[in-house]
């Protein structure tokens, strides 16, 4: 005997199978989604450290080898050591030709002060977005998490700087925090020997590079800059090459 339609037993199996297939559907898809979204949160967050990096290039690579102001009598304990009197230092990572700018023992510092955590450079706005002039810039590697998440923020700030005896004192300036990164950042510089180190203060010339090193394990290359020449160096150098330009 030929029966129409199904039992309850029939239909509610249908209905657990058709259930369960949903449910591996949407799982997949939402398994999809979220992969998506995190592709896409992590190119947002590497265009965004590119862009920072980027404005900071930008930023170094217009650095004034301004130095500071000096006055006729200076306290012969305060001079600095001439850097040809230097003692050399370890660890060479780079090699480079540069000649040094010509040194005396009661020169003045140039403007420009480095650390391993903090950076304070002069560099010249050519007025947009803000007026024309010369303006100090100050880099600074900080704490920005917590103990749970540890984590550090590259801020830069700016401020206009009208008299240079007003440098590195710490006055009001406009900050902008360019990045916020889970690894640690470390800035060194480069002398004119090619030799990196972790301070820079009460020199006589600008590093040639600054470097600023990643954690390992942050995927991000070095990032180093090439700073201008001091206007010595610059003529040597065209010396060197057997013509000026003029």
């Given at each position: 005997?030929?029966?129409?339609g199904?039992?309850?037993?029939?239909?509610?199996?249908?209905?657990?199978?058709?259930?369960?297939?949903?449910?591996?559907?949407?799982t997949?898809?939402?398994?999809?989604?979220?992969?998506?979204?995190?592709?896409?949160?992590?190119?947002?967050?590497r265009?965004?450290?590119?862009a920072?990096l980027?404005?900071?290039?930008?930023?170094?690579?217009?650095?004034v080898p301004?130095?500071a102001?000096?006055?006729t009598?200076?306290?012969t304990?305060?001079?600095?050591?001439?850097?040809?009197?230097?003692?050399?230092?370890?660890n060479?990572?780079i090699?480079s030709?540069?000649?040094?700018?010509?040194?005396?023992?009661?020169a003045?510092?140039?403007l420009?002060q480095g650390?391993a955590?903090?950076?304070?450079?002069?560099?010249?706005?050519?007025?947009?977005p803000?007026?024309?002039?010369?303006?100090?810039?100050?880099?600074v590697?900080?704490p920005?998490?917590?103990?749970?998440?540890p984590?550090?923020?590259?801020?830069?700030?700016?401020?206009?700087l009208?008299?240079?005896?007003?440098?590195?004192?710490?006055g009001?300036?406009q900050s902008?925090?360019?990045?916020?990164l889970?690894?640690?950042?470390?800035?060194?510089?480069a002398?004119?020997?090619g030799?990196?180190?972790?301070?820079?203060?009460?020199?006589?010339?600008l590093?040639?590079?600054?470097?600023?090193?990643?954690?390992?394990?942050?995927?991000?290359?070095?990032?180093?800059?090439?700073?201008?020449?001091?206007p010595e160096?610059?003529?040597?150098?065209?010396?060197?090459?057997?013509?000026v330009?003029?």
């Amino acid at each position: 005997m030929n029966r129409a339609g199904y039992t309850l037993a029939e239909l509610l199996i249908a209905l657990v199978l058709a259930a369960l297939a949903i449910g591996i559907v949407t799982t997949g898809v939402q398994q999809s989604l979220a992969f998506e979204r995190r592709i896409e949160a992590v190119r947002q967050d590497r265009e965004g450290v590119t862009a920072a990096l980027a404005a900071l290039r930008s930023r170094l690579e217009t650095a004034v080898p301004a130095t500071a102001p000096t006055t006729t009598q200076q306290d012969t304990a305060n001079r600095r050591i001439p850097r040809q009197q230097a003692q050399p230092m370890a660890n060479a990572e780079i090699d480079s030709d540069r000649p040094a700018a010509p040194q005396s023992e009661d020169a003045a510092p140039v403007l420009f002060q480095g650390s391993a955590s903090s950076l304070v450079f002069l560099a010249a706005d050519p007025g947009y977005p803000a007026r024309p002039g010369l303006y100090e810039y100050r880099l600074v590697v900080e704490p920005a998490g917590d103990e749970t998440e540890p984590a550090v923020a590259l801020t830069l700030s700016r401020r206009a700087l009208p008299d240079l005896a007003a440098f590195g004192d710490g006055g009001e300036a406009q900050s902008w925090t360019l990045m916020t990164l889970a690894e640690p950042v470390t800035l060194s510089y480069a002398s004119e020997a090619g030799r990196w180190q972790t301070d820079w203060r009460d020199q006589q010339d600008l590093p040639i590079r600054v470097r600023m090193e990643f954690g390992e394990t942050s995927g991000q290359p070095p990032f180093i800059v090439a700073l201008p020449a001091l206007p010595e160096e610059t003529e040597a150098e065209q010396r060197a090459d057997g013509e000026v330009t003029q």
